[in-house]
């Protein structure tokens, strides 16, 4: 299923701060993006809709799929940043541009990025 660049913004954030088997709240996922929390709710039913995202009361959960979503958008994160940070760019700066990059890069592009960052760690 296609979803928006936020949408996988609110699927990486809440994977993130579930790490550790820690709940998530819509408050915690708008606070780590700078968005309202309406926003985030308006978010998270469409989510919820497409089968990424469970709400156990309060707790927001992904599912197996949503699990799996999320962490496809977070490897990009990380590979798109270390390609940056090899290339020279301050971490910070390859950190930002790589929360933009994550959604629009080609699935072509990020493999010889990903084999760019994986070759240099194999030194």
């Not at 497409?50 to 999320?70: F, I, K, N, P, Q």
């Not at 962490?71 to 020279?88: D, S």
């Amino acid at each position: 299923m296609a979803i928006h660049e936020s949408g996988e913004n609110y699927l990486e954030a809440i994977l993130l701060l579930g790490q550790g088997e820690k709940d998530v709240h819509s408050v915690d996922v708008a606070r780590r993006l700078g968005v309202s929390k309406p926003t985030v709710t308006k978010g998270i039913k469409i989510l919820m809709q497409e089968g990424y995202v469970v709400m156990d009361g309060v707790h927001l959960r992904l599912t197996e799929s949503g699990l799996a979503r999320a962490r496809a958008v977070y490897e990009k994160h990380t590979v798109i940043t270390e390609f940056w940070v090899l290339q020279g760019v301050p971490r910070e700066t390859a950190e930002r541009d790589a929360c933009r990059m994550e959604h629009i890069v080609s699935d072509e592009v990020f493999a010889v990025m990903k084999a760019k960052v994986q070759g240099s760690s194999a030194r």
